[in-house]
Nanobody, 124 residues
Framework: QLQFVESGGGLVQPGGSLRLSCAASGFTLDYYAIGWFRQAPGKEHEGVSCISSSDGSTYYADFVKGRFTISRDNAKNTVYLQMNSLKPEDTAVYYC?????????????????WGQGTQVTVSS
């Protein structure tokens, strides 16, 4: 069974850091780009970041550039999102997802498998 399991979310103060993990099972990440998305209460899904497999190219939404870093460890079948300088507006449920092809970022409807999400809350 193909699935993702996200972890690493939690409550952090503004300016703090978290590292999210996205562990895949049932398939190998080697041939796919993997993206991170988020959804805040009352808002639509928005793309946060993406990383390809073949050349490791990355994509970041403007609102996280310079603060978030995406990485992958294909040997561990896991993708990470290091989030620094967190702001209250980063509060959301964060999801990882598999892109059908190995390029970033693509369109949201091109992502075919999604994790269950992990809650990130930035508050003092």
């Amino acid at each position: 069974q193909l699935q993702f399991v996200e972890s690493g979310g939690g409550l952090v103060q503004p300016g703090g850091s978290l590292r999210l993990s996205c562990a895949a099972s049932g398939f190998t990440l080697d041939y796919y780009a993997i993206g991170w998305f988020r959804q805040a209460p009352g808002k639509e899904h928005e793309g946060v970041s993406c990383i390809s497999s073949s050349d490791g190219s990355t994509y970041y939404a403007d609102f996280v550039k310079g603060r978030f870093t995406i990485s992958r460890d294909n040997a561990k079948n896991t993708v990470y999102l290091q989030m620094n300088s967190l702001k209250p507006e980063d509060t959301a449920v964060y999801y990882c997802a598999r892109h059908r092809a190995d390029y970033c970022p693509g369109y949201e409807n091109e992502y075919d498998y999604w994790g269950q999400g992990t809650q990130v809350t930035v508050s003092s």
